[in-house]
């Protein structure tokens, strides 16, 4: 069973610009969630989707957002981007919608803003 | 609000040694508790899951406990190899809140 797939992997974006990120989940699963990685912060969580529906959201701005399609894929969007956006950002999957199911991870995507 | 410490945040043994990583967390109200890997620049590889009904989980050389009570888990790593070298991250899935909260990370080197 392929495993959870993002892209593109990486990203060179100017301030201000606004970016799209994809991720497909391993088939079956039905919840994605997304978590943005940095050296300082470490990773923390964005946003949950489950049947394309927003289910839970961190402590992010608005523009941070994101939507899932009804083959479980989700995309998130960053718009007006900062230099503190530039991070590693992380989809991970799972069978449902809920934490107590075991996550599995994408390989990311890196996010360069310049 | 839930925090994660992971203690040491950097670790380099010799090849064969075992060693343990600590993971602590501040509130006892959780549904799991999560150790991943990651390599340089890639993504998370989930390597144990522990429910916060069972005690360990094991399989091959990791053996992972979780004292709920002492907001306390370890990760023992068996008979260490050059292979093991990454980042060991925990994370715990606390209830009522949103998403895994994770741990900062063990840096392990496993010098051959």
């Known amino acids: 069973k392929a495993g959870v797939t993002q892209t593109p992997r990486y990203l060179i974006k100017t301030r201000g610009q606004q970016v799209t990120l994809s991720c497909s989940p391993i088939?079956?699963?039905?919840?994605v969630s997304w978590y943005q990685q940095t050296p300082g912060q470490g990773l923390q969580f964005l946003f949950e989707?489950?049947?394309?529906?927003?289910?839970n959201k961190g402590n992010f701005p608005g523009r941070f957002s994101g939507r899932q399609f009804s083959n479980s894929r989700s995309e998130m969007n960053v718009s007006t981007l900062e230099l503190g956006d530039s991070a590693l950002y992380l989809c991970?999957?799972?069978?449902?919608?809920?934490?107590?199911?075991?996550?599995?991870f994408g390989p990311g995507t890196r996010l360069t803003v310049t | 609000k839930q925090e994660v410490t992971q203690i040491p945040a950097a670790l380099s043994v010799p090849e064969g040694e075992n060693l343990v990583l600590n993971c602590s967390f501040t509130d006892s109200a959780i549904y799991n508790l999560q150790w991943f890997r990651q390599d340089p620049g890639k993504g998370l590889t989930s390597l144990l899951l522990i429910q916060s009904s069972q005690r360990e989980q094991t399989s091959g050389r990791l053996n992972a406990s979780l004292d709920k009570s002492s907001g306390r888990s370890t990760l023992y790593i068996a008979a260490s190899q050059p292979g093991d070298s990454a980042t060991y991250l925990c994370a715990v899935a606390p209830r009522g809140a949103d998403g895994l909260t994770f741990g900062k990370g063990t840096h392990l080197i496993i010098q051959p």
């Open positions: 991970a999957s799972s069978l449902e919608g809920h934490v107590t199911y075991e996550q599995y």
């Open positions: 088939s079956g699963h039905r919840s």
């Open positions: 989707y489950f049947s394309e529906t927003q289910r």
